[in-house]
Every structure is written in C-alpha cells, then in structure tokens.
C-alpha cells in the first residue's frame, strides 16, 4: 500500500483518482491547491506526489520545487491539460484526458 498526495483543483478528478487509487489498495490524502498540499507534504510521509500543473493559490511547478526543497526522491507526476512543450519539466508527465488505465499503470509502477 503506497501513500499518494493528489492535488487537483478539479474535484470530479480529484475524487475520481482517488476512488481508483483507494480500490487498488492506496492510502490517499487530498488537496484542491498547490499551498494545501504543501502543508499536508510537511506534515505526512508520502510515496508518491500527483499534481495538477495549473491551479489557484499555487501551482504544480511551485509545489514540485517546495517539495523538492525537502525531499529529492519522492517521485511526482505532473497532470495537465495544458501544452508543456515550452516547460522544462524533469518530473513525470501525464496529460489529461488520460484513462484511469494509463493513471493506475503509471501509479503502480512508480509504487512498487
């Protein structure tokens, strides 16, 4: 059982990834912003961070450097709808739509 930090201004995804991370045995803790998660980062351990590129009060980008400020490892996956060509991002990438396959495909093997 891994612990994941969603984080997705969009709260039909929001609850959507974390039905499917919790039926597939995942403990989830969720947030609605960049800032949010970042508290509940400082304050729980996690094996793995999904964040949505682009919110209210902070965004993915930020939060992937604060969190990167306190731990290197910790894997992090961007989600976005947005084009990412002209961002540098050295995180993992998906983009949205994706089917909860290819979510739950990604969340397993960077969970095992």
């Known amino acids: 059982m891994a612990r994941i930090l969603l ?3 969009d709260p039909n995804l929001l ?5 499917y991370c919790g039926s597939n ?3 989830t803790c969720e947030a609605k912003d960049g800032a ?3 508290e509940l980062f400082q304050a729980h351990v996690f094996d793995l961070v999904i964040t949505d590129l682009q919110m209210p009060v902070m965004g993915g980008l ?4 604060h969190i990167r400020h306190l731990n290197k490892h910790v ?10 060509e002209d ?7 998906l983009e949205k739509p994706f089917s909860m396959n ?3 495909n990604i969340v397993d093997s960077l969970t095992q």
């Open 7 to 9: 984080v997705d201004d």
């Open 15 to 19: 609850n959507m990834m974390g039905q």
């Open 25 to 27: 045995g995942h403990w």
């Open 36 to 38: 949010r998660a970042f």
């Open 62 to 65: 930020e939060l992937t450097q």
């Open 75 to 84: 894997p992090i996956v961007i989600i976005s709808g947005a084009s990412v």
């Open 87 to 93: 961002i540098k991002i050295t995180e993992i990438f």
């Open 102 to 104: 290819e979510f739950l």
